[in-house]
């Protein structure tokens, strides 16, 4: 294995990594953002159905 292979395999691996934890941050944020939208709906309902009552 030559200098620039190795060189090579080193960019693959790097950027194979940091995309790698771009999506894991980015699922975790939509997976967050939908959770909060939907505790807040329940919330909104929550608060409609003791008014009305």
């Known amino acids: 294995m030559e200098f620039g292979q ?3 395999f080193l960019a693959f691996l790097t950027i ?3 995309g790698f934890w771009l999506m894991m941050f980015l ?3 939509v997976f967050y953002w939908v ?3 939907t505790l807040e ?3 909104e ?3 409609k159905n003791n008014q009305q009552v």
């Open 6 to 8: 190795y060189l090579g």
């Open 16 to 18: 194979l990594t940091i």
């Open 27 to 29: 699922v975790s944020f």
């Open 35 to 37: 959770g909060g939208a």
């Open 41 to 43: 709906l329940i919330k």
């Open 45 to 47: 309902k929550r608060n």
